[in-house]
């Protein structure tokens, strides 16, 4: 049998079997109203329950793509050789010196290790490994072991007594000789000046009550830079993929733990924590804190907008209450097909409530219109399916269509949405021409208010307007259209999943700044090898890319210079070792003692600066003296003097103790690296990675594409972070353009096939053009890049746009009614509204992805609500104009003939 013909030119009224078939069922359910909704009720009753029990989340974002994709299977494959680069939780510690951050680090490293081994299945911190602790002075360059060599001689006299004396009264008593000698051959002025000046800030410190410790580690070594006083700990948690936030128990635990261990802002010490378990976990937690706050906007606005539309109660509830039992059967369809949602196939709720509400609101208005026209009763019930019935199935085929579009792409995340928002088209077709009728039958709706008999009027007096200028609107939007197709080649898509995220939320805000520190070896790309003799020839590839810092190995944590680090490491210990090892130890001071000793040091530094012996570091002891005068005149109690004397010794013990194990460093070979090292660098299958530090800062999507390119250029297998934020990015714009095509191609197709008419299928894409080129042209000069969040609008926006434009052109085909004065245009109008309501409620959203998604959908369904709603109509009363212009020229020549 031959498919029916496809005729370009508009046809008159035809039977119109869809509209026929709606009303036959609509005729059917009114044969028993109360039956259908108590078996509807019952049905949704029943489905909800097993939603409730078997709902689940499934939170693991590396299930969002297709495992087929050659680099998912790379870097899966890196999974399985290093598990324990996966999910990580890093805690950065921080503190005002380089001695806080340390202790802080190794306490907390201690405490991980004693209580939480069961919660963490590796922890890894350097500087708290035994190997490190005592080889560590092997890892700093050749000058600065010298150079650390030369101060702790110098430190010598003041080391000597400390050992002997570690307290207050030590400290001062050597600082009170070094005075006394300013102005003498024996004076030392300038290395004693950073001493002075440090001591001054502690005792300014506890005076001012915000005490701060002296760091021996920055006296010793030299000034710190702020990696110093970094400290990172790096540890695998335990995931509950059950919760909604994976690794939230673990934040909590680490969090707690910093607290009992008083590594708090107050002390001095700050503990903040980044790594993918922690972004991922906070990000859902600030995801489901914008959703709950947006739903209940939305919610809000959707029903006053509801209510101003239908201006009927009755109305309205049907409405609602046919929405809730759409939103159920597909939540449970999903749970049955799926088995679990996703981070976003979850969003099918509000996608149902966007685009679901719209068929209730065309089927009552054009129910409202029936009862306007005459229709009683159930008659116009019947008479709305009648008349709608056309245009709602062909609102459902194409919005499935455009949804299922999706199955074919590599994005399961957006595959799995399309099936579930797919097959939710289908429950709303059905369930308005079924639950709808049958509640609008037991509420049958009055005799319409006067104020909404006269809201159509209000749209028809437009329609006038229309036809009188719709050749400069139709010429007008041509030239909007053509302008805004040029800014398609502008148009930015912005990979890095990071700038997506919530920049308030801690995790992010440090992986930020992480990222951004050049000497931290973050956003690196690891490349497995075979066998340790093939890192030579690997290295010397990659150190030649222009976007390559620097490659890294196991074969790197075998220090350099090592002959002559360990000759410097042995003259200090000949002269150190003595002085760490005193034969005796003076008793501790009492309260006493300790204001005696800071009284002398105040007065030997007074008589320095009365006899001028202070010469050019005046000004540091002047101030060492305000400090030491103003403690004493605030009281020297035993707890205040011991306060201090902690503020300035305190660290000094743990210093010596690492001091004395570095200066047993023995030889290090690669046999000799540690366990905790050996396995993030050599894999149990035999494995050997390579890693690649970037040149440039991640975050800029070209230094990213360049990095990823030129290192795959030389190990196409590489594999890694970066790696894997540009490809995923690559496969979710390829998915999205897959899934566009295919939608555009099925939507059009289906149009032919039920429309029969290529015009009628022009027009309806003509404003979906113009509102797909508008959007991206008004994003464009605004600024906003696409993102993994918010390109899903466009896909949305081809099916909300075809729904629009089918009501319109069916209708103005079906009637011979002005198509402005009927509710069609009312209805469109508020579908969008509500569509708006539902989704741009998203843009207040502190979490980016989220605000971009509501930002992008209220400027796509506004210019699409302006094309269908302006140039659509327009570009229809041009196209007749046309048609009887031509009739006109062909009938004159007829009329002469006859």
């Given at each position: 049998?031959?498919?029916?013909?496809i005729?370009?030119?508009?046809?008159?009224?035809?039977?119109?079997?869809?509209?026929s078939a709606?009303?036959?069922?609509?005729?059917?359910?009114?044969?028993a109203?109360?039956?259908?909704?108590?078996?509807?009720?019952?049905?949704t009753?029943?489905?909800?329950?097993?939603?409730v029990?078997?709902?689940?989340?499934n939170?693991?974002t590396?299930?969002?793509?297709s495992?087929?994709?050659?680099?998912?299977?790379d870097f899966?494959a890196?999974?399985?050789?290093?598990?324990?680069?996966?999910?990580n939780?890093v805690?950065v510690?921080?503190?005002?010196?380089a001695d806080?951050?340390?202790?802080g680090a190794?306490?907390?490293?201690?405490?991980?290790?004693q209580?939480?081994r069961?919660?963490?299945?590796?922890?890894?911190?350097?500087?708290?490994?035994?190997f490190f602790?005592?080889n560590?002075?092997?890892y700093?360059?050749?000058?600065?072991?010298?150079?650390?060599?030369?101060?702790?001689s110098?430190?010598?006299?003041?080391?000597?007594?400390?050992?002997?004396?570690?307290?207050i009264?030590g400290?001062?008593d050597?600082?009170?000789?070094?005075?006394?000698?300013l102005?003498?051959?024996?004076?030392?002025?300038?290395?004693?000046?950073r001493?002075?000046?440090?001591?001054a800030?502690?005792v300014e410190?506890?005076?001012?009550?915000?005490?701060?410790?002296?760091s021996?580690?920055?006296?010793?070594?030299?000034d710190?830079?702020?990696d110093?006083r970094?400290?990172?700990?790096?540890?695998?948690?335990?995931?509950?993929f059950?919760?909604v936030?994976?690794?939230?128990a673990?934040?909590?635990?680490?969090?707690?733990?910093?607290?009992?261990?008083?590594?708090?802002?107050?002390?001095?010490?700050?503990?903040r924590i980044?790594?993918s378990?922690?972004?991922?976990?906070?990000?859902?937690?600030?995801?489901?804190?914008?959703?709950?706050?947006?739903?209940?906007?939305?919610?809000?606005?959707?029903?006053?907008?509801?209510?101003?539309c239908?201006?009927?109660?009755?109305?309205?509830?049907?409405?609602?209450?046919?929405?809730?039992?759409?939103?159920?059967?597909t939540?449970a369809f999903?749970?049955?097909?799926?088995g679990?949602?996703n981070?976003?196939?979850i969003?099918?709720?509000?996608?149902?409530?966007?685009?679901?509400?719209?068929?209730s609101?065309?089927?009552a208005?054009?129910?409202?219109?029936?009862?306007?026209?005459?229709?009683?009763?159930?008659?116009?019930?019947v008479?709305?399916?009648?008349?709608?019935g056309?245009?709602?199935?062909?609102?459902?085929?194409?919005?499935?269509?455009g949804?299922?579009s999706?199955?074919?792409?590599?994005?399961?995340g957006?595959?799995?949405?399309g099936?579930?928002?797919?097959?939710?088209m289908?429950v709303?077709?059905?369930?308005?021409?079924?639950v709808?009728?049958?509640?609008l039958?037991l509420?049958?709706?009055?005799?319409?208010?006067?104020?909404?008999?006269a809201d159509?009027?209000?749209?028809?007096?437009?329609?006038?307007?229309l036809?009188r200028?719709?050749?400069?609107?139709?010429?007008?939007?041509?030239?909007?259209?053509?302008?805004?197709t040029?800014t398609?080649w502008?148009?930015?898509?912005?990979?890095n999943?990071l700038?997506?995220k919530?920049?308030?939320?801690?995790?992010?805000a440090?992986?930020?700044?992480?990222?951004?520190n050049?000497?931290?070896?973050?956003?690196?790309?690891?490349?497995?090898i075979?066998?340790?003799?093939e890192?030579?020839p690997?290295?010397?590839k990659l150190?030649?890319?222009p976007?390559?810092?620097?490659?890294?190995?196991?074969y790197d944590?075998?220090?350099?210079?090592?002959?002559?680090k360990?000759d410097?490491l042995?003259e200090?210990a000949?002269q150190?070792?003595p002085?760490?090892?005193?034969?005796?130890?003076a008793?501790?001071?009492?309260?006493?003692?300790?204001s005696?000793?800071i009284?002398a040091?105040?007065?030997k530094v007074q008589?320095?600066?009365?006899?001028?012996?202070?010469?050019?570091?005046?000004?540091?002891?002047?101030?060492l003296?305000?400090a030491?005068?103003?403690?004493?005149k605030?009281?020297?109690?035993?707890?205040?003097t011991a306060a201090?004397e902690q503020?300035l010794?305190?660290?000094l013990?743990k210093?010596?103790d690492?001091?004395?194990?570095?200066?047993?460093?023995?030889?290090v070979d690669?046999?000799?690296l540690?366990?905790?090292?050996?396995q993030?660098?050599?894999?149990?299958a035999g494995?050997?990675?390579?890693?690649v530090?970037?040149?440039?800062?991640?975050?800029?999507?070209r230094?990213?594409?360049q990095?990823?390119s030129?290192?795959?250029?030389?190990?196409p297998?590489?594999?890694?972070?970066?790696v894997?934020?540009?490809?995923?990015?690559d496969a979710?714009?390829?998915?999205?353009?897959?899934?566009?095509?295919i939608?555009?191609?099925l939507?059009?197709?289906?149009?032919l096939?039920?429309?029969?008419?290529?015009?009628?299928?022009?027009?309806?894409?003509a404003?979906?053009?113009?509102?797909?080129?508008?959007?991206?042209g008004?994003?464009?000069?605004?600024?906003?890049?696409?993102?993994?969040?918010?390109?899903?609008?466009l896909?949305?926006?081809?099916g909300?746009?075809?729904?629009?434009?089918?009501?319109?052109?069916?209708?103005?085909?079906?009637?011979?009614?002005?198509?402005?004065?009927?509710?069609?245009?009312?209805?469109?109008l508020?579908?969008?509204?509500?569509?708006?309501a539902?989704?741009?409620?998203?843009?207040i959203?502190?979490?980016?992805?989220q605000?971009?998604m509501?930002?992008?959908?209220?400027?796509?369904i506004?210019?699409n609500?302006?094309?269908y709603?302006?140039?659509?109509?327009?570009?229809?009363?041009y196209?007749?104009?046309r048609?009887?212009?031509?009739?006109?020229?062909?009938?004159?020549?007829?009329a002469?003939?006859?």
């Open positions: 049998m031959n498919p029916p013909p005729d370009t030119a508009p046809p008159g009224p035809p039977r119109d079997r869809v509209g709606v009303a036959a069922l609509i005729r059917l359910v009114l044969k109203p109360l039956l259908v909704v108590i078996l509807s009720l019952a049905l009753a029943a489905l909800g329950v097993f939603t029990r078997n709902v689940s989340i939170t693991d590396t299930e969002m793509l495992p087929n994709l050659q680099f998912r299977r899966e890196y999974r399985r050789a290093y598990p324990i680069f996966a999910n939780i805690i510690v921080e503190a005002d010196d806080r951050a340390e202790d190794d306490a907390l490293f201690q405490r991980l290790q209580q939480d069961g919660r963490f299945h590796h922890i890894f911190y350097p500087e708290g490994d035994r602790r005592q560590g002075l092997l700093i360059g050749l000058k600065d072991l010298q150079t650390l060599a030369t101060r702790l110098e430190a010598q006299p003041l080391l000597s007594t400390l050992t002997r004396d570690p307290s009264r400290l001062f050597v600082l009170g000789l070094a005075v006394e000698a102005g003498t051959a024996d004076a030392q002025p300038q290395q004693i000046a001493v002075l000046g440090r001591i800030a502690v410190a506890r005076e001012a009550d915000k005490p701060r410790s002296l021996w580690k920055e006296l010793m070594g030299g710190a830079a702020s110093d970094r400290r990172i700990i790096v540890l695998q948690p335990e995931l509950d059950g919760q936030a994976p690794a939230g673990a934040l909590k635990e680490i969090r707690r733990h910093a607290r009992e261990l008083g590594l708090t802002p107050e002390n001095g010490v700050r503990v980044t790594g378990a922690a972004i991922d976990s906070e990000e859902i937690a600030s995801i489901a804190d914008n959703t709950a706050l947006s739903s209940q906007l939305s919610l809000v606005a959707v029903a006053l907008l509801l209510v101003f239908f201006r009927s109660f009755r109305l309205l509830a049907a409405s609602l209450i046919t929405l809730v039992v759409g939103i159920v059967l939540g999903a749970i049955a097909a799926i679990s949602f981070l976003i196939s969003a099918f709720a509000v996608l149902f409530i966007g685009i679901g509400i719209d068929y609101i065309h089927t208005l054009r129910y409202r219109e029936m009862t306007e026209r005459g229709e009683k009763g159930r008659g116009a019930l008479a709305a399916g009648r008349s709608i056309k245009a709602l199935a062909l609102m459902a085929a194409s919005s499935a269509l949804f299922f999706f199955l074919p792409t590599d994005y399961r957006v595959s799995e949405l099936l579930i928002a797919g097959f939710s289908i709303a077709f059905v369930t308005n021409v079924t709808l009728p049958a509640l039958a509420m049958p709706l009055r005799t319409p208010a006067a104020a909404a008999a159509s009027s209000r749209f028809g007096g437009s329609e006038h307007w036809r200028h719709s050749r400069t609107i139709v010429v007008a939007a041509a030239a909007i259209g053509i302008v805004a040029l398609l502008f148009a930015r898509f912005d990979r999943p700038n997506l919530d920049p308030s939320q801690e995790s992010v440090v992986a930020i700044e992480l990222l951004g050049p000497r931290l070896r973050v956003g690196t790309i690891s490349i497995l075979d066998s340790v003799a890192i030579g690997l290295a010397e150190k030649k890319l976007s390559v810092e620097s490659v890294r190995s196991i944590y075998v220090p350099r210079d090592q002959p002559a360990l410097v042995e200090i000949l150190m070792t002085i760490l090892s005193p034969s005796e130890r008793a501790p001071p009492d309260a006493d003692q300790r005696a000793a009284a040091l105040r007065d008589a320095a600066l009365a006899q001028k012996r202070a010469g050019a570091i005046e000004a540091d002891l002047r101030r003296h305000a030491l005068d103003a403690f004493l605030g009281g020297t109690e035993d707890l205040r201090l503020d010794i305190g660290s013990p210093r010596l690492a001091l004395k194990a570095a200066l047993n460093a023995k030889p690669f046999a000799a540690p366990e905790s090292l050996r993030r660098e050599l894999s149990p494995k050997v990675r390579v890693e530090i970037p040149k440039r800062d991640l975050r800029d999507n230094a990213l594409r990095f990823v030129d290192v795959q250029s030389v190990a297998r590489a594999t890694g972070g970066p894997a934020e540009l490809l995923a990015g979710v714009v390829r998915a999205f353009a897959v899934a566009s095509v939608a555009f191609v939507i059009t197709l289906g149009l096939i039920l429309l029969r008419s290529v015009t009628d299928v022009l027009l309806i894409l404003p979906l053009f113009l509102a797909s080129a508008v959007t991206i008004i994003a464009v000069v605004a600024g906003l890049a696409f993102n993994f969040a918010n390109i899903i609008v896909p949305l926006l081809i909300l746009g075809v729904s629009s434009g089918i009501h319109l052109v069916v209708r103005a085909r079906r009637d011979t009614v002005e198509l402005m004065s009927t509710t069609t245009p009312r209805a469109v508020f579908s969008a509204l509500t569509t708006i539902s989704f741009a409620t998203l843009a959203s502190s979490h980016w992805g605000a971009s509501g930002l992008l959908l209220l400027i796509a506004t210019v609500l302006v094309c709603l302006v140039a659509l109509p327009a570009l229809l009363a196209v007749e104009r048609r009887a212009a031509g009739s006109a020229r062909g009938a004159a020549p007829a002469r003939a006859g």
